[in-house]
């Protein structure tokens, strides 16, 4: 079956203390992405990639970082947490990016709370 | 710059047929995706339109005019599960990467 898999699912965390939201595909999919979603803003590209080791920015970078090691994993990492990231995070995958209409799979998402 | 405008919220009655706008204004327009989204779940596909006119899936439909900057999803004999968010995405022929979203609108049926 088709997946993206992300987990925490829900986590509280302090500022501050870093942490590392996994994702995984199983489709062999080129090009990941994760995304955020907060009231009124829908889904904000964070980072992506459009294959190992080629990672680059999207609208709202700050505060986050990624890697792309292997194909099938897209780590967000949060170096140092802070309340503004307090948000639903979406990881998602596709076979090329936007082009051709390649469906866009997305993971469960993560809710994330920064106290 | 990059822009998607869709409503913030709809209503519809059950049984009825309702029509869900977005705009756009993109530089390098390639395509455009229409995801149902429901409270606190994943975004799932619905349609991807890259050529003018009407593409018909069952209950649901999409159109688009690249011309106008223009496309509309239209849901028929709406059911209680319809209640959703709708999101609209454009993507970029001069970026494989950029995929935009719109905010999103929320659709409520009621009986």
């Known amino acids: 079956e088709a997946q993206v898999t992300q987990n925490p699912r829900y986590l509280i965390t302090v500022t501050g203390k870093k942490l590392t939201v996994t994702c995984s595909q199983n489709m062999n999919h080129e090009y990941m992405s994760w995304y955020r979603q907060d009231p009124g803003l829908g889904l904000r590209q964070i980072y992506y990639s459009m294959n190992v080791e080629v990672t680059d920015k999207g609208d709202v970078p700050e505060g986050y970082k990624v890697s792309r090691k292997e194909k099938r994993n897209f780590p967000l990492i949060l170096e140092s947490p802070s309340p503004n990231q307090t948000s639903l995070y979406f990881c998602a995958s596709s076979l090329t990016g936007g082009l051709s209409g390649n469906t866009i799979y997305f993971g469960e998402g993560s809710w994330l709370t920064v106290v | 710059g990059q822009n998607i405008d869709q409503p913030t919220e709809m209503t519809a009655t059950e049984g009825a047929i309702v029509q869900i706008n977005c705009t756009y204004q993109t530089s390098g327009f390639n395509g455009l995706f229409w995801y149902q989204q429901h409270a606190g779940e994943a975004p799932t596909f619905l349609s991807y339109?890259?050529?003018?006119g009407l593409e018909e899936k069952g209950r649901f439909s999409s159109f688009l005019s690249r011309s106008k900057g223009y496309s509309y999803l239209l849901l028929k004999e709406l059911q209680m599960k319809d209640s959703a968010s709708y999101l609209c995405?454009?993507?970029?022929?001069?970026?494989?990467?950029?995929?935009?979203f719109g905010s999103g609108t929320r659709l409520s049926i009621r009986p």
């Open positions: 339109n890259v050529l003018d």
């Open positions: 995405a454009v993507t970029m022929y001069s970026s494989a990467s950029k995929i935009i």
